[in-house]
């Protein structure tokens, strides 16, 4: 898939921790810290690319098993995928304004240790507008809806769409979802990624993601 | 770094070890004898299929959607698969979960299917088993009990697998 391509690699290498937007972070959510300091350290790379046949970017993270892509997903995508059921125009429009990127995680058992990788969204950290905050998970979204707003089908979409909020990968496994960000289409913002390889923690960060732009920005 | 024979070795080394990880990652062993969640579901022609009928045979479980990219992506060499077994009395069936005929009918233009493909309407049998995201096979062994999961898709007609899925029965 990734021949079809352009790609550039933008980060491979390198990792956030200690540099000044970390320290913002850290000032934002104190809790963070002390986690973070405890991971082991770890050889990130990530590659951005730009799917030449339809302009959409995405972000690659592969350090130590874990392999982590963000492909950019428009959000009249979104619109198109939860059109077909039955979910209230304001549903879907809030769906597809959620700045979603379809998200493959896999276990790339590179180590040759036969790890086990785990990854809780709950964890994960985003940076937008001086503000650092959790991820939007399927679980509250759900639960915001009454079957006027989604019906038990549609709410299956959902439940079965957006990425697992806890999952454990063994080498060979490997997921899609979509995740979401809860920010406008068009925004940027930095990711805090975390997971554990056999119970040891591990994090890395993914700068400068960009969210789709919706069809009155496309060129 | 090649001129270093100790640096070669462990290149050596390293690689077999990753290769020798490669072949196990195939499927996940399930420890413990589970026995698989029975079941009874109807495909999209109202013929009805009950995992416990198939008991000593076995029996390769699929849940999967037509929106999810690796579940399309895998299903044309599960066909494969499923006629390769053909003489092995192993059987496949697909659970679709919460989509309707019209939409399963119209998916199986593109992407021919031999073998049962379930519907599971409600996500009440996915909600039975041990699945946190699409696709999830399951192979059950004659027992009834699951022997292999593989989360996420596989290359089903790699001999190597077809193997691992036919040992189950002898």
């Known amino acids: 898939m990734t021949d079809r391509y352009v790609q550039q690699v933008v980060g491979a290498g390198h990792r956030r921790l200690g540099e000044s937007d970390m320290g913002t972070s850290l000032r934002n959510g104190g809790v963070l810290l002390g986690g973070l300091l405890l991971m082991v350290p770890a050889c990130a790379g990530v590659r951005h690319s730009v799917n030449e046949g339809n302009g959409l970017r995405s972000w690659d993270l592969t350090d130590g098993d874990i392999e982590i892509e963000l492909i950019q997903r428009l959000p009249d995508q979104t619109r198109a995928l939860f059109l077909k059921y039955a979910f209230s125009r304001e549903v879907i429009e809030q769906l597809a304004q959620s700045c979603m990127f379809q998200t493959i995680i896999r276990n790339t058992g590179r180590s040759g240790s036969g790890q086990a990788v785990a990854v809780d969204l709950t964890r994960w950290r985003m940076r937008h507008a001086g503000t650092t905050r959790g991820i939007l998970l399927k679980e509250p979204l759900l639960a915001s809806w009454s079957d006027a707003d989604a019906s038990p089908a549609a709410k299956l979409v959902v439940r079965w769409g957006m990425f697992p909020t806890q999952q454990t990968f063994l080498p060979g496994d490997y997921n899609w979802g979509l995740t979401a960000y809860g920010v406008p289409p068009g925004a940027a913002f930095d990711l805090e990624v975390t997971w554990s390889e056999d119970d040891r923690p591990r994090s890395a960060s993914i700068g400068g993601l960009v969210c789709a732009p919706d069809v009155d920005r496309l060129k | ?170």
């Open chain 2, 1 to 170: 770094m090649t001129s270093c024979p100790s640096v070669r070795v462990f290149v050596l080394l390293w690689c077999l070890s990753v290769a020798a990880a490669h072949a196990g990652q195939l499927l996940t062993p399930v420890p413990g004898g589970v026995v698989a969640p029975d079941f009874a579901l109807e495909d999209s022609d109202g013929r009805s299929y009950r995992l416990s009928d198939y008991r000593g045979k076995t029996v390769l479980i699929n849940f999967w959607t037509t929106w999810c990219p690796p579940c399309r992506e895998e299903l044309p060499a599960m066909n494969r698969a499923w006629r390769s077994l053909a003489g092995d009395d192993v059987v496949f069936l697909a659970i679709n979960v919460g989509e309707d005929e019209d939409t399963i009918f119209v998916f199986t233009a593109d992407y021919p299917v031999d073998f049962p493909l379930l519907m599971d309407h409600a996500g009440e049998v996915i909600a039975r088993w041990p699945v946190k995201g699409l696709p999830t096979t399951f192979i059950v062994a004659p027992d009834g009990t699951i022997a292999y999961r593989a989360i996420g898709g596989r290359a089903w007609d790699e001999p190597a697998l077809l193997d691992l899925i036919r040992g189950l029965g002898q």
